[in-house]
């Protein structure tokens, strides 16, 4: 019995969505053209694959038995065809990466044009994500996350120093409202808060003195998923932003932002690109990494400036 290899990644691509929809958008292919592929399949094996109902998809014990069988070949399959580009005169392939976007402004952009100049045949894809999502299951090739928050099981590489967060609000608004004296004060503030997902809880505030570490939770008239558009927010006056302090640094040094309770603001490990342990990696993905790697020499303040 034969099978279409093109229909056999379909299915793996469902079986990992658990959604004809989001396996057929990465497939390039309609959401009804791939589950009638499915159906022949299925029909070809004479077996069901695929448990449907009206919200989700799901695999029966038998799809969930040939996933396990067929995912490391196809993925053995990659591996290999992406490690012929080892016999190219430069990296190619693509990359895709999960990642927060004041990480790509901070750390990725001001090293980017030249990255995508030096290897011409390499495509980077930037996902921006505070989810925290799974990069082996969304199968992404690395992820950006702080260094406290990547698990004991990945390769962590550094891309930045350690930074810490800075409270920050106009002078306008302080004009208008009393400058906090301790983070607690912070409950009678206008905050702009972030939440990463629709069902997400909002972020509380964290801070630290004396060792001691406590969040504090302020409101406000404004939420996002994304701390660009808080540190927006609090630039045009809508409150105060609780943001990296080098995503504020050029607005702290124009002066159209101030910055308060320094003191309680804690610092962070500083962003990781992170990656299975079991990854072997390509040309492309190996240039990329050598390419972010941090070393203590940078300076990124300067490119900084490219903001705003």
């Known amino acids: 019995m034969k099978h279409k290899l093109d229909d056999l990644q379909a299915f793996l691509a469902v079986a990992r969505d658990q959604s004809f929809t989001k396996a ?18 299925e029909e070809r094996m004479g077996i069901r694959l695929l448990a ?50 004041d990480a790509i402004e901070l750390y990725l952009r001001p090293k980017l044009a030249r990255f995508l100049a030096d290897y011409p045949d390499i495509t980077l894809e930037l996902y921006v994500d505070y989810g925290f999502t799974n990069v082996v299951e969304e199968r992404f090739d690395a992820g950006i996350r702080l260094g406290e928050a990547i698990s004991q099981d990945m390769i962590a590489v550094r891309i930045s120093p350690d930074w810490r967060l800075a409270v ?51 409101e406000g008239p404004l939420l996002s998923n994304s701390i660009i558009h808080v540190l927006n927010g609090a630039l045009d006056g809508i409150g105060l932003g609780y943001v990296p302090e080098h995503l504020a640094a050029p607005y702290l040094a124009d002066g159209r932002l101030v910055q308060v309770l320094e003191p309680w603001c804690p610092k962070f490990q500083g962003f990781h690109l992170y990656y299975p ?28 400036t490219t903001l705003g």
Request: glycine share 6%.
């Open 24 to 41: 057929a958008a990465k497939l390039g292919v309609t959401a009804s053209a791939l589950s009638h592929a499915m159906r022949g399949l």
């Open 52 to 101: 449907r109902t009206t919200r989700n998809v799901a695999t029966t014990e038998a799809g969930a038995q040939l996933m396990r069988a067929i995912a490391p070949l196809f993925e053995q399959i990659v591996t290999e065809v992406e490690a012929l580009g080892a016999l190219r005169d430069k990296p190619a392939g693509s990359i895709r990466i999960s990642c927060t976007d």
């Open 168 to 218: 920050v609000g106009t002078p306008a608004y302080f004009a208008q409202y009393s400058v906090p004296a301790t983070p607690y004060a912070l409950t009678a503030h206008r905050c702009i808060n972030m939440r990463a997902r629709p069902s997400g809880a909002v972020y509380a505030w964290e801070f630290e003195k004396d060792g001691q570490i406590f969040t504090v939770k302020g």
């Open 277 to 304: 342990n079991r990854r072997q990696a390509s040309p492309a993905f190996a240039a990329f990494v050598e390419a972010f790697r941090f070393r203590s020499e940078q300076n990124f303040t300067d490119p900084m």
